[in-house]
T-cell receptor, first 110, second 115 residues
Framework: GESVGLHLPTLSVQEGDNSIINCAYS??????FIWYKQESGKGPQFIID?????DKRQGQRVTVLLNKTVKHLSLQIAATQPGDSAVYFC?????????FGAGTRLTVKP | DGGITQSPKYLFRKEGQNVTLSCEQN?????MYWYRQDPGQGLRLIYY???????QKGDIAEGYSVSREKKESFPLTVTSAQKNPTAFYLC??????????????FGSGTRLTVV
């Protein structure tokens, strides 16, 4: 899972399997959450977002689940592909900016 | 195409030197942000600006300065007072709101190295 810390959690999956990346957020007042994907040497790219009035949102091959009770967010990637290999960040909104976790490195094995 | 452009992609700084990182956006976004990213860590906020001619310090503003003279531009200067400037710097922009309720668009980053 992901948390703000000094090491980068890693997840290794086989191509074609489903991936689940977890995130524990810190502020119970946060009401908007985003998952970003960052490839090596590049800026983060928006994947999917969710607001606190929802507990699930689906995109193309991705699903975000939000559990406000335990302040937990997850990103599910279906049929993981080699191009999905990257670092994935969750972000929660604050008063003036988004707050980012340390990220999880996803490696897809062919 | 609308987007956000950072330059240069790589930058080398000598000890005691100030350097300026460029960030330009044509998305008509009011808010712009500078983040620093170190290996194995998340993004830490340096400065942000919600409107032209106004900006606020983030969590790690010491040793950095910014300006926001135009809506499209938010340059970051890394001064000699920043003792450990080697990092990956990311600029982002978004629509402004009472809270951070809009997703960011990020630039491709500038990797700064002290030589």
């Amino acid at each position: 899972g992901e948390s703000v810390g000094l090491h980068l959690p890693t997840l290794s999956v086989q191509e074609g399997d489903n991936s689940i990346i977890n995130c524990a957020y810190s502020n119970s007042a946060s009401d908007y959450f985003i998952w970003y994907k960052q490839e090596s040497g590049k800026g983060p790219q928006f994947i999917i977002d969710i607001r606190s009035n929802m507990d699930k949102r689906q995109g193309q091959r991705v699903t975000v689940l939000l559990n406000k009770t335990v302040k937990h967010l997850s990103l599910q990637i279906a049929a993981t592909q080699p191009g999905d290999s990257a670092v994935y960040f969750c972000a929660e909104n604050g008063d003036n900016d988004m707050r980012f976790g340390a990220g999880t490195r996803l490696t897809v094995k062919p | 195409d609308g987007g956000i452009t950072q330059s240069p992609k790589y930058l080398f700084r000598k000890e005691g030197q100030n350097v300026t990182l460029s960030c330009e956006q044509n998305l008509n976004h009011d808010a712009m942000y500078w983040y620093r990213q170190d290996p194995g860590q998340g993004l830490r906020l340096i400065y942000y600006s919600q409107i032209v001619n106004d900006f606020q310090k983030g969590d790690i503003a010491e040793g950095y300065s910014v300006s926001r003279e135009k809506k499209e531009s938010f340059p970051l200067t890394v001064t000699s007072a920043q003792k450990n400037p080697t990092a990956f710097y990311l600029c982002a922009s978004s629509r402004a709101g009472a809270r951070a309720n809009y997703g960011y668009t990020f630039g491709s980053g500038t990797r700064l190295t002290v030589v």
